[in-house]
Nanobody, 128 residues
Framework: QVQLVESGGGLVQAGGSLRLSCAASGRTLSMYAMGWFRQAPGKEREFVAAISRSGSSTYLADSVKGRFNISRDNAKNTAWLQMKALKPEDTAVYYC?????????????????????WGEGTLVTVSS
């Protein structure tokens, strides 16, 4: 069992930056690829970013490449999503996710159906 708690959401102006944190407890975090999803009002939950179990590889959605970065520190049981050059269309509830993977060093796009654990989300609002 893994429990995930997101923090760091808030209101930011377009072009600004935010850093989201995901604190994990329970089972060893290194056994899971970590990811971030987001869900805007009236829309389906969509994939944003993922990082491999070891932290050596990342995968970003096209919509956030060059603007967002995902990182992790297994010793701290924490993953982060660093968001820069935020746009109003980034407004959403952001969810941390843990996904068991065989590979320690590689990760691709995560799917909602494969996620083992979800955080409860943190709201990011980007104003024009």
């Amino acid at each position: 069992q893994v429990q995930l708690v997101e923090s760091g959401g808030g209101l930011v102006q377009a072009g600004g930056s935010l850093r989201l944190s995901c604190a994990a407890s329970g089972r060893t975090l290194s056994m899971y690829a970590m990811g971030w999803f987001r869900q805007a009002p009236g829309k389906e939950r969509e994939f944003v970013a993922a990082i491999s179990r070891s932290g050596s590889s990342t995968y970003l959605a096209d919509s956030v490449k060059g603007r967002f970065n995902i990182s992790r520190d297994n010793a701290k049981n924490t993953a982060w999503l660093q968001m820069k050059a935020l746009k109003p269309e980034d407004t959403a509830v952001y969810y941390c996710a843990a996904d068991s993977r065989l590979s320690s060093n590689y990760v691709g796009k995560l799917t909602t159906g494969a996620v083992d654990y979800w955080g409860e989300g943190t709201l990011v609002t980007v104003s024009s």
